[in-house]
């Protein structure tokens, strides 16, 4: 059964930095999109950025460009997250999130399989 574990969110200033892991169990992930989608209060969860496993092929929202940066480590079987510039509007849940197919931007639907998720607070 495949398992996300994420790790690395917390409390942050504005203007600072985080990295967010997930770890991956249960299957090898070859074929499989990683991605990461977060979810701020009172708001719909919406799509951050997706990896392709094999490949590394990534892909990110627009209006996220540019801060975030979604990577893979293979030999870990971990992805992470690295947001930079953080802003008080980045506060949510982070979720890793794994689909067998391409996960479609905007649409949750597409994931099969969702973490628990890990709180990102940012602070003006």
């Known amino acids: 059964q495949v398992q996300l574990v994420e790790s690395g969110g917390g409390l942050v200033q504005a203007g600072g930095s985080l990295r967010l892991s997930c770890a991956a169990s249960?299957?090898?992930?070859?074929?499989?999109?990683m991605g990461w989608f977060r979810q701020a209060p009172g708001k719909e969860r919406e799509f951050v950025a997706r990896i392709n496993w094999s490949y590394g092929y990534t892909s990110y929202a627009d209006a996220l460009k540019g801060r975030f940066t979604i990577s893979r480590d293979n030999a870990k079987n971990t992805v992470y997250l690295q947001i930079n510039s953080l802003k008080p509007e980045d506060t949510a849940v982070y979720y890793c999130?794994?689909?067998?197919?391409?996960?479609?931007?905007?649409?949750?639907?597409?994931?099969?399989?969702w973490g628990k998720g890990t709180l990102v607070t940012v602070s003006s």
């Open positions: 249960g299957r090898t992930f070859g074929g499989y999109y």
């Open positions: 999130v794994a689909a067998r197919g391409v996960i479609v931007i905007g649409n949750p639907e597409s994931v099969d399989y």
